[in-house]
């Protein structure tokens, strides 16, 4: 064992300023001097981690609660995914929407593709059972996965990033080879729950 695993002794910091539940926290790429937070408030906002110890940046652009959040790998641009059906692509530094995707379906996961060639690329879990892979540069569709028979959870990228893993609601894990719409491994068990 190359590490002590230990019990947190005492609460360091507190970030106060989403009025609602908070959903997911990310911290920025490489450095994580920030995080970013989205909440069922509507608002994602950017946290200072290491020296003010509060809210740098909120971003204002969802109508309903922001389910999840992406950053790209450089921390310049991120998604947010929104009880609106929308997905946002923001400029991290301004504050300014770029584009914003919407397939009439509820946004419940979104994964940024992790290769730098491929910076322009991200995979949208949705309520519809659907994964999408969208181009950020035209803002169209490029591939959908649809298999599952539930609504998608969590999305994650596998094998130097050729393959990602899906699980859902319909208590099934897929692997799938990333740009073809088949499904390479299958897991699933009887007693197994949502995952």
């Known amino acids: 064992m190359d590490h002590t695993c230990f019990i947190p002794k005492k609460l360091v910091t507190t970030y106060t300023g989403h009025t609602k539940a908070v959903q997911v926290i990310k ?41 999840d959040i992406c950053f790209s790998n450089d921390g310049k641009h991120f998604l947010s995914a929104g009880f609106d059906k929308n997905i946002n692509y923001w400029d991290t530094e301004t504050g300014k929407v770029i584009r914003t995707f919407n397939n009439k379906k509820l946004p419940f996961c979104i994964l940024m593709h992790p290769d730098e060639d491929k910076q322009n690329q991200f ?12 181009d950020i540069n ?52 009887p007693s197994m729950h949502s995952i």
């Open 138 to 189: 035209t803002g169209g569709i490029i591939q959908s996965y649809d298999e599952h028979l539930g609504a998608i959870n969590t999305l994650t990228f596998i094998d130097n990033n050729r393959k990602f893993v899906s699980t859902s609601d319909d208590k099934k894990i897929f692997i799938w080879e990333y740009g073809l719409p088949v499904v390479v491994k299958h897991i699933s068990e």
């Open 123 to 134: 995979l949208v879990g949705t309520s519809a059972k659907k994964i999408i892979q969208y």
């Open 27 to 67: 911290f920025f790429p490489k450095f994580g001097h920030f995080i970013l937070s989205c909440s069922l408030d509507n608002k994602v906002k950017l946290w200072d981690v290491m020296s003010h110890k509060k809210c740098v940046r909120t971003y204002i652009g969802h109508t309903e609660g922001v389910r």
